[in-house]
């Protein structure tokens, strides 16, 4: 089992960056698939990133592919968001998620474990 807690949202302009990091306990981590979703107030759950255990293989939404970036350092047990060009839009709560398997996994169903959430607001 895997415990996830989300940092580093926040309140940023638009077209800023922020880093999200998501600090995994255990040591198995590195054993896991990562990913980041994000819910804005009545939307759905959108999925925007993932990257396998060994981080060769990456998932972008649509939405997000060119200005978002994950990566992983399995010996700090941490994963990234790195989103720049940020839009109004992309104002959410994004979550930190992680699964086992043998491929990464693109829908939030597929994650077994979840972190809390951390807040990011993007102003106009």
């Known amino acids: 089992q895997v415990q996830l807690v989300e940092s580093g949202g926040g309140l940023v302009q638009a077209g800023g960056s922020l880093r999200l990091s998501c600090a995994a306990s255990?040591?198995?981590?590195?054993?896991?698939?990562m990913g980041w979703s994000r819910q804005a107030p009545g939307k759905e759950r959108e999925f925007v990133a993932a990257m396998s255990w060994s981080g060769g293989s990456t998932y972008y939404a649509d939405s997000v592919k060119g200005r978002f970036t994950i990566s992983r350092d399995n010996a700090k047990n941490t994963v990234y968001l790195q989103m720049n060009s940020l839009k109004p839009e992309d104002t959410a709560v994004y979550y930190c998620?992680?699964?086992?398997?043998?491929?990464?996994?693109?829908?939030?169903?597929?994650?077994?474990?979840w972190g809390q959430g951390t807040q990011v607001t993007v102003s106009s």
């Open positions: 998620a992680a699964r086992r398997g043998l491929w990464i996994g693109v829908r939030s169903g597929e994650y077994d474990y």
């Open positions: 255990g040591r198995t981590f590195s054993r896991y698939h």
